[in-house]
């Protein structure tokens, strides 16, 4: 089998967690597979970097269409161009398109099947959790078109399937859960990296998405905040990831002293962070999976999740849960994550059970 993949989103110079999940479920399906050929295919004015371990793997071919990404984003929305056809132009004919996530591909395959990896639905939920410029992308992109014409859907959760089919009236036999492995080779600490002692408390709690108003993060600033008045937690710091926005962190009055703020961590700094925390908060809105907390789990730190989305299915074994909507009850939730012992227990789940559901979903479409 010939596959296309839209390997994008594996290609931004910090992937994020679709683009990791991106290259972790190419990266398996093309070992599992050597028989199959992946054609991992990228457009922009100049030449896109992949993963290095995914281009190592001898049937994975990496084809690049030169041209702006604007200008491919103005054919694709006026629906003068097709990804799939003008890659198989330079490729030959191809069995199947995969799309690991939402993109500018214009008109799908008429003639080969394709399969779309939903991570969630919340710019459908709740629009207001982002800017904009993000709704605007989600309409120029056609999401909801890509998500009812794709062959096959693949959903990352039993929440994110049930509320495909509730939100976009699918049939539910067009969509199946894949099973995300549990841990991330990009996250891995190099043994040799250390947090700068001048940069990072001595005793502190992680959360992230600061710029993100679905990550919640004044909750666990909320919460750390009142924590810190009781007894015994007056040494507890909040390290909180993302760009400032807003209030104390845009820097219209100065931060307090407890509350750290890393704007943009590399994967190095990001996975010391997460195994020198002593509790890891993660109080979003909505979630379609929540990889984070399997971040944070793979270093042992005891998590605390919101009871919002998929997180209180997909969370690690050992999570603690709390109301998104109530500090008072993360104050309690944190105070145990900080006095358990580190038992967080990680999926069963491998890329290799992963690339299974992923190939069986792109064989039974053809």
């Known amino acids: 089998m010939r596959i296309i993949v839209d390997a994008r989103p594996l290609a931004l110079p910090m992937q994020g967690g679709v683009g990791r999940v991106a290259e972790e479920l190419v990266r398996a399906l093309a070992a599992a597979h050597p028989e199959d050929e992946l054609i991992c295919a990228t457009t922009g004015s100049a030449i896109s970097v992949l993963p290095p371990k995914l281009l190592e793997l001898p049937n994975v071919k990496h084809v690049h269409l030169k041209i702006p990404n604007k200008l491919w984003s103005a054919a694709c929305i006026l629906n003068r161009v097709s990804f799939f056809e003008q890659i198989e132009q330079r490729c030959g004919k191809t069995d199947a398109f995969l799309m690991p996530n939402l993109g500018f591909v214009g008109c799908l395959p008429k003639n080969a099947p394709s399969v779309l990896l939903l991570h969630d639905l919340s710019f459908l ?8 410029k993000q709704r605007l992308w989600h309409k120029a992109v056609k999401a909801h078109d890509l998500i009812r014409k794709a062959t ?17 009236n699918l049939s539910e036999e067009k969509i199946s859960v894949i099973p995300l492995g549990s841990t991330l080779a990009e996250k891995s600490l190099d043994p040799s990296y250390q ?31 009142i924590l810190r008045q009781k007894n015994g937690y007056e040494d507890v710091a909040l390290v909180v990831v993302g760009a400032p926005l807003g209030g104390v962190r845009a820097g219209t009055k100065p931060a307090p002293a407890w509350l750290r703020i890393i704007p943009h961590p590399t994967d190095t700094e990001l996975a010391a962070l997460y195994q020198n925390a002593a509790a890891f908060l993660y109080p979003s ?25 998929a997180l209180p ?8 849960f709390a109301n998104p909507a109530k500090p008072q009850h993360w104050i309690e939730a944190t105070k145990l994550a900080l006095n358990q012992e580190r038992r967080i227990i990680l999926s069963q789940n491998t890329w290799n059970q992963a690339a299974l559901a992923l190939h069986q979903a792109l064989t039974s479409a053809s």
Request: with cysteine.
């Open 195 to 225: 947090l700068p002692v001048t940069s990072y408390p001595d005793h502190f709690v992680l959360a992230l998405g600061l710029d993100d108003p679905r990550k919640n993060s004044a909750t666990a600033i909320e919460a750390v905040k």
């Open 125 to 132: 939920i709740e629009p207001r959790w982002f800017t904009f």
């Open 152 to 168: 096959r859907l693949l959903a990352v959760s039993e929440t994110t399937k049930r509320d495909a089919i509730s939100l976009l």
């Open 313 to 320: 299915e997909t969370a690690p074994l050992g999570t603690l």
């Open 285 to 309: 809105w909505y979630e379609g999976y929540g990889l984070p907390l399997h971040e944070a789990a793979r270093h042992g730190t005891p998590c605390v999740a919101s009871t919002a989305g």
